[in-house]
């Protein structure tokens, strides 16, 4: 894990150096994170530079208003959303712009705002962007004062409720940056760069350049230079001379030979740099870096995927946008910590579920080595949640879908687009809104004669029509990666399929419609899209395993159990869904599926199916909500990856007499052998397609062990024993070192122990706090889908033995000690955490 922490360094320093570089140099990208003022509530007047906020909260960005807030039952967003607060908030900023960049370019750029961002600049609307996952950018030039003060003002309204299906967040939740140019320069998202040609001799690069001139009529040089990973030079290209009319764009397209390429690959995920350069009469005017890296894949109808000629199962999983207590506010670290834990368990996909990601999960992905699925919209036209983006489909689809493709195409990590998931133009429904031929020929751009259309088909035509069209303009943008959706329909009349538009085959789910695929989509790739909806509780056990729990009955039929709890044992599903072991049979025996999206890596706010409020998160990570992996982690550990695996549970504290069924996860080893209380339960062993060995046992205190041997010889050896009361707390911290930029994280985790040192597994102790030095508590959880518990309280009660503690560096330098106090047993509790800051 050392080595994603450096790749967490090295962006900081890159984010820190920009954060540095004076207003008047080539171009200067810094942070605008720092400084803002918030007021929960609308005033209008709070648009105006004169408005005073000095009564308002005073933070820095990104900035999830939501996750603060408290849960309820009445919160319109429901326990689908997270059961937490909506509203309309305002965010101010002022700043003031250098005099001597004065005829230069200044650009607001903003990753993402959740959502109806809506920006002034000294009292003047610059528009409103309604979908709250896209990325977008303002031009401030003709508003600014130079040398004077500015104002930047910003509504967010995520009043009407629920939009979503998942926990969305609310504000500026992720980066804002300041961008600073000369007249002439890369536009935004300016370059293309792609690898056309590849072999171990040579990679040809293929580089477009958009340039916007914004100046008089110019002639203008732009060389294009390859940079390795230590930064040195490795091919350049220039061209002498490109006319670029005034108030113009011109796109440059320029071909270059880079020697002996390093391949990016899941194991070596190695990134060269381009940097392009503008000069106009011998002086530079613009610098723009952009991320190469050098692969080949394909998608085989019969064997699957293959990255650099090598076969290549996708072990994926989708993954929401939200990083549990930390709301949907985006930080590095989170994120960088995700990816460690799923990249331990052998994961090597991530698909990006529902929407256009934060920037920095990609750049996070390049850097790690994951294979991205890319996907743009959760719906079309048609509604899923009352005040969903299909209000604004029709407007907005062409912008975004343009925007977000601009944006991400020049990242190795992604293999695929997706631009629907389960979207309901997949049918023609009896009961779904109607849509009219006016309003088709304008949403399709077809241009033909009403009656004509109507005359041609119905509903399924115009669906048909829309994929082409949505999958035509990301193939105008990047043909270089295969389009697809993740479809609940897997017939052949789905809509979308009958477009022909869509490169690979997507399923959502239908396990036993796999083996139909080749029959049914004659020579189109295949991939699971997205798999499995086990269900499970970190902790929770409901025996005999061997029982199958399929909750709800359907999706539209309430559901109560006593528990709220769903089972660990991989014995919990959805109806639409599977266990975690069948579908991985499924495609890890086929060689036509190029692999799958397990839903889901991480529990996430809101969706708590099969229940609802109390419980407003969900259950169907793999790992839960405070990142503690939930069993089944280490069965796709033993199968997705080369580490030793020997997983024993569920715990051993139960009642005298009980009947305990024992799981073992395991590999590289022949059989394995289970003792209760070093009396031997038999040997166990796996057969073909099997991922899991089960006793069923007589539960007496003490110790059950299991032991691992491959030809004979031991290899391995777990224990757990019955444990105590509980007597101790013991504090593990992610890291005890960390960077003193105000935003890197500590992750704690809080265990309670017996006074021999075992886990209480049934622990539920409230843990206090206590913060010294320069750091801050952003965050507390324990896993628990059902917990009302604030996320920012300075205090959580434990969950089956565990609970976690984010710490935030506040920007200083100096030793930060955390004090965790528990009333434990009867006796008052601490114990003590150095992290440190540097």
């Known amino acids: 894990m050392k080595k994603y922490s450096l790749i967490y360094l090295a962006i900081i320093l890159l984010l820190f150096i920009a954060s540095c570089q004076p207003i008047t140099s080539v171009r200067n990208r810094s942070s605008f994170n720092t400084g803002w003022t918030f007021n929960l509530g609308d005033i209008p007047q709070a648009a105006e530079p004169s408005f005073d906020d000095v009564q308002w909260r005073k933070l820095n960005l990104p900035h999830d208003w939501a996750i603060e807030g408290a849960f309820s039952e009445t919160n319109p967003s429901g326990a689908g959303g997270g059961a937490l607060p909506g509203g309309i908030g305002w965010y101010r900023k002022t700043f003031t712009a250098d005099a001597s960049a004065q005829g230069k370019k200044i650009f607001i750029d903003f990753d993402g705002i959740y959502m109806n961002g809506e920006v002034f600049i000294n009292g003047t609307s610059l528009g409103t962007r309604p979908y709250g996952y896209i990325s977008f950018r303002h031009d401030l030039t003709p508003y600014i004062k130079w040398g004077e003060k500015n104002v930047i003002a910003v509504r967010v309204d995520n009043s009407e409720q629920p939009n979503s299906r998942w926990y969305s967040g609310c504000g500026i939740y992720r980066n804002v940056w300041l961008t600073v140019t000369n007249p002439v320069y890369v536009d935004l998202w300016g370059t293309y760069v792609t690898t056309p040609q590849i072999s171990d001799k040579e990679a040809t690069v293929a580089i477009a350049t958009t340039i916007k001139n914004e100046s008089t009529d110019t002639q203008v040089e732009i060389s294009s230079i390859i940079l390795n990973e230590k930064g040195t030079e490795e091919a350049r290209v220039v061209t002498n001379s490109a006319s670029i009319p005034q108030n113009k764009c011109l796109e440059v397209q320029q071909e270059v030979t880079l020697p002996s390429p390093v391949l990016w690959t899941l194991e070596r995920p190695y990134m060269y740099t381009v940097r392009t350069e503008l000069r106009v009469k011998g002086e530079l005017m613009d610098s723009y870096e952009t991320p190469l890296g050098v692969r080949t894949f394909s998608f085989d109808t019969e064997k699957g995927f293959f990255l650099n000629g090598k076969a290549t199962k996708i072990q994926g999983v989708c993954q929401h946008h939200d990083l549990g207590c930390l709301g949907a506010a985006v930080n590095v670290r989170a994120i960088e910590r995700q990816l460690e834990i799923l990249k331990e368990m052998g994961c090597n996909g991530i698909r990006t579920a529902h929407n256009p990601p934060a920037p920095e999960l990609l750049e996070l992905c390049d850097r790690m080595g994951f294979i991205v699925q890319d996907e743009t919209f959760d719906m079309w036209r048609k509604k899923k949640t009352a005040h969903d983006y299909s209000r604004y489909f029709n407007e907005w689809h062409e912008r975004d879908l343009t925007d977000h493709i601009l944006r991400d195409r020049n990242h190795p990590s992604i293999f695929m687009w997706s631009i629907g998931n389960e979207v309901l133009e997949q049918w023609t429904h009896a009961d779904a809104d109607t849509l009219d031929i006016q309003s088709a020929n304008l949403l399709l751009n077809l241009k033909r004669d009403p009656n004509t259309l109507a005359k041609e088909g119905d509903e399924m035509s115009v669906n ?145 199916t099969p229940y609802w409020y109390p419980a407003r998160s969900s259950y169907f990570g793999i790992i839960d909500l405070a990142g503690f992996p939930k069993d089944v982690y280490y069965m796709y550990q033993s199968e997705w990856s080369d580490k030793d695996v020997l997983h024993l549970f569920p715990h051993w504290n139960w009642e005298e007499g009980q009947t305990i069924d024992m799981w073992a996860y395991y590999n590289n080893a022949d059989e394995v052998e289970l003792f209760v209380n070093d009396e031997s339960q038999g040997i166990k062993s796996k057969a073909k397609d099997e991922f899991h060995v089960s006793w069923r046992v007589t539960y007496a205190p003490g110790t059950v062990k299991v032991v691992a041997r491959k030809n004979g010889i031991q290899v391995g050896l777990k224990e757990i024993h019955t444990a105590g009361a509980p007597a101790k707390l013991r504090l593990t911290a992610d890291r005890t070192k960390i960077q003193s930029d105000g935003k890197d994280l500590s992750f704690v985790t809080v265990e309670i122990l017996d006074a021999n040192g075992n886990l209480c597994p049934n622990a539920n102790d409230l843990v206090k706090f206590e913060v010294n030095g320069p750091a801050f508590i952003a965050g507390v959880d324990n896993g628990s889908q059902t917990s009302l518990e604030s996320f920012k309280a300075p205090q959580r009660e434990a969950f089956y033995g565990k609970c976690l503690v984010v710490l935030q560096n506040n920007g200083e330098k100096a030793s930060i000690k955390l004090k965790a106090t528990a009333e434990l047993s009867g006796n008052n509790t601490f114990t003590e955490l150095t992290v440190q800051a540097y």
């Open 464 to 608: 048909s029509l829309l994929t082409k069209k949505l999958a035509d303009m990301v193939k105008a943008l990047d043909p270089t990666r295969p389009i697809t959706t993740g479809n609940n329909e897997p017939s052949p009349f789905n809509h979308l399929f009958r477009s022909n538009a869509l490169d690979i085959i997507g399923f959502n789910y239908h396990d036993e419609n796999f083996k139909e695929v080749p029959e049914n989509f004659v020579g189109k790739p295949f991939i699971v899209t997205e798999s499995t909806s086990g269900l499970m509780t970190r902790g929770y056990y409901r025996m005999p395993s061997d029982s199958m729990y399929i909750w709800p009955v359907h999706w539209t039929i309430p559901f109560h159990d006593p528990s709220y709890s769903c089972s660990s044992y991989d014995n919990c599903h959805v109806p639409w869904g599977s266990t975690h072991e069948h579908t991985w049979r499924e495609v890890k025996n086929n060689d036509f599926i190029s692999g799958m999206y397990v839903w889901t890596g991480f529990d996430y706010i809101g969706e708590p």
